[in-house]
């Protein structure tokens, strides 16, 4: 028990004594007070509203509906799960709002998180082709002829009194500057076209495909992550985005380090020397590293409401003779969840085609993908409960030292440690009666061969 808990609720006015209204009222005056940055915050410092589960059960609504129901305006909510209808609807919205199809900058801009588009849908474009509208990327596959192109330059030349740049293009047209220089094999090209003199500045090396793969890597290297196209422009050792889109027939500098990421990982498979050997003293490592990143995690854990949440940490699962390890388990009425706890440190980039990779002291490894494993688990989990309920998995990185990018490329919940509590109390998609929950405390406990109780 917490200190002072018992003391808080003796205080507290009974909520079956309270009207709707007068709920609502308490509930929208305290959310007015705190400001809370997210779900469990708010129930964390709250100190007259009810709990989560008994508001849920009362109104039958998820919080942030019980939030608009007691007068909190949808623009003044910190936090907000919509369902994929009304993320469709905000994302119609826009296109009425701006007359095109929205960007990702300008779907964040307003307000809305791509993480959870890539999450509910896969990818963006997944999101803008089910509102039936023409995403941005087919933009690139430029319909117009090079004579309406050339039409566009000498305009756009016209109006800032000289012959246009990439920069220029790229701020000044709504198509990329790599869209003319694949059209006209290069800007000097396209400037004789236009009646322009060819760049005096132009480019003094003679590139290939090969040569700028190689200064990629190399600058990758030094920075531990992909350089962005304002980066590689002031690089004086790089050539322009425009000229490394060209040879690698891309408009998109996404597609380049894809292909720069699928060329790393086949050389670090390659090179022995630099991927790390699991021998006894790096396995003990490994061991130790994971102990400590569960152990961090179970801290977290201990945190949560115990009266509405049963944890089990580090248990062995047996279920028709097969058997699987299982970092954490939670189950509540808001869901079960399943935590598999990796303790990585240094910058983990997962790529488009969903291979991991981590760069830490200058040492670069590749990762198993963690998908199959928590698949597994995931499976087990389902027959022993008799594939009734759902179970919601998280990829829990332990390790305050740990960098994130890529997070759009896979379906997995992959959250930082100190967000975890945040996500568990927030969740809202499940919904499970105390008799139900009593009976999967029951499936899973007949299952649990070995069971590490202890909370750090």
Known sequence: MRNGGSGMRKNKINPNSLTDDEILEIIRDEYLEIEPTGCWDFFKRKKKSPSLPYLQKRFGLTFNKILIKAGISEENLNFVRRSKDEY????????????????????????????????????YNNAIKECGLEPNEYKSKITSSKTELLKLYKEISSKIGKPASAKDI??????????????????????????YEESVSGEKLHYSKEIITELLIKEYYKTKRHLTKEEIQNNKGLPSPTT??????????????????????????????????????SKAEIIRAGQTGESKVAHYLSFLNLNEYIIYNNISIRVNGRSQQIDHLIIGQNGIFHLETKN????????????????????YEVLDNPVGQIKRHEQLLKEALDNKYEIVSILVMANKNCRLLGLQNTKLNVIKVEKLLDFINSYDETKLSKKELIKVKRALDKCIELIDTQIV
């Open 344 to 363: 990585y440190s240094g910058e983990i980039y997962i790529d488009k085609n969903e291979n991991w990779s981590k760069t830490n002291r200058n040492k």
């Open 170 to 195: 790229d701020s000044l047209c709504t198509f990329s500057s790599g869209v003319f220089s694949l059209r006209f094999n290069g800007f000097n090209n396209l400037r004789k076209l236009a009646g």
């Open 244 to 281: 490394i889109l060209k040879y690698f027939k891309t408009t998109k500098l996404f597609d380049v380090w894809a292909e720069i990421d699928r060329i790393l990982v086949k050389r670090e498979a390659l090179n022995k020397n630099n991927i790390v050997e699991n021998d006894d003293d």
């Open 88 to 123: 469709l609807e905000k994302i119609k919205g826009l296109y009425s709002k701006l007359g095109h199809t929205p960007t990702v900058k300008e779907f964040i801009a307003n307000g809305y998180s791509i993480e959870v588009i890539n999450r509910m849908f896969g990818s």
